[in-house]
């Protein structure tokens, strides 16, 4: 059966009227497209809906019952637009975002705070872990973009720098007096190296500077949390290396500490991972700006550990 919620309309305000002339006016159709439109229903449910004489119309006896199962059918489906509308009303406010922990504390308060001034009621999700997680969540759709420190080799992603990030050399008491405000990464290695894991990216980054120079790098210690480092640098048991961004969420509590520069040190890359297939929800779009606007805030902060993207911002995948 081919009838549409329009012809339906059509003919429950005629029902009510009973005037073409005045349904066609208030629909704002002509009278003959009405009067088309009501023979090609009845055509279609096969029985007449209107006695029609030159004075007057009215609906036949199952026009009247057709008009109350009409009704019916209408009101079904306005409320379920009604639903849909509501669902789709509350699916723009939401916003998952994906990041490594030391950038989500970096970049992400900031971002959610101007969020909830531009959005009504938003519903925002930080999925706050490892770079390869960050980009698997994305892929899985579990994500409305990442926040990242090294571009994505997959056709599907496309990737923004944001800045590039210096490392540094965290060092405390005793080890403190040892190490100068500049260093060098040969001479890294005579000192009780504490770094992230294998699975970080700032491993990987000092792993293939030392590579290019036909180095291994091997750290003393490898731990998964950027505050066992800070607990660590405290008690003397060794020096950091780490990526400045990495070094921001313990600054609080790092009186005494020494940061200083590795100056032939790698330089990580942050940006933003999008998927290159369909456009963002206007809260992604909006977050990603906000993204943007707090990373240049930082460069102006820390202008001497936090530098500008390199000439070719976009990446490929």
């Known amino acids: 059966m081919n009838i549409s919620p329009k012809q339906l309309r059509m003919f429950l305000a005629l029902s009510e009227s009973l005037n073409f002339s005045k349904t066609a006016e208030k629909l704002f ?68 975002i994906a990041a490594w922990p030391s950038l989500a504390y970096a970049v992400l308060p900031e971002v959610c705070a101007a969020l909830e001034r531009q959005f009504r009621a938003p519903q925002l999700a930080v999925h706050d872990c490892a770079n390869s997680a960050c980009i698997q969540r994305l892929l899985d759709h579990q994500a409305d973009f990442a926040l990242a420190s090294v571009a994505p080799s997959h056709p599907d992603l496309h990737y923004e720098e944001l800045l590039r990030d210096r490392f540094v050399l965290l060092s405390s008491g005793k080890w403190r007096r040892q190490v100068a405000a500049r260093i060098r990464l040969e001479e890294l290695l005579a000192l009780p190296l504490i770094t992230l894991t294998d699975a970080s990216t ?15 790098y091997r750290p003393r210690m490898q731990v998964d949390q950027v505050a066992t480092v800070a607990g660590l640098v405290k008690k003397e048991v060794g020096v950091a290396v780490l990526p400045y961004l990495g070094v921001l969420p313990i600054l609080g509590g790092m009186r005494g500490v020494q940061i200083s520069e590795i100056t032939d040190g790698p330089l990580r890359s942050v940006g933003v991972v999008t998927r290159r297939l369909g456009q963002p929800s206007a809260i992604a779009a909006a977050a990603m700006q906000e993204v943007a606007a707090v990373s240049r805030a930082l460069m102006a902060q820390h202008p001497e550990w936090l530098l500008p993207p390199s000439p070719r911002r976009n990446k490929a995948g």
Not at 48 to 76: D, I, K, N, Y
């Open 202 to 216: 700032a491993m990987r980054y000092m792993s293939a500077a030392y590579l290019q120079r036909g180095i291994e």
């Open 29 to 96: 159709i002509t009278q003959p497209s009405l009067s088309k439109a009501i023979q090609d229903l009845e055509a279609e449910l096969g029985l007449p809906l209107f006695e029609r004489t030159t004075r007057s119309v009215r609906l036949t006896p199952g026009g009247a019952r057709m008009a109350v199962l009409a009704r019916s059918v209408v009101g079904e489906l306005d409320a379920g637009l009604q639903r849909m509308q509501s669902s789709a009303e509350r699916e723009a406010q939401q916003l998952a």
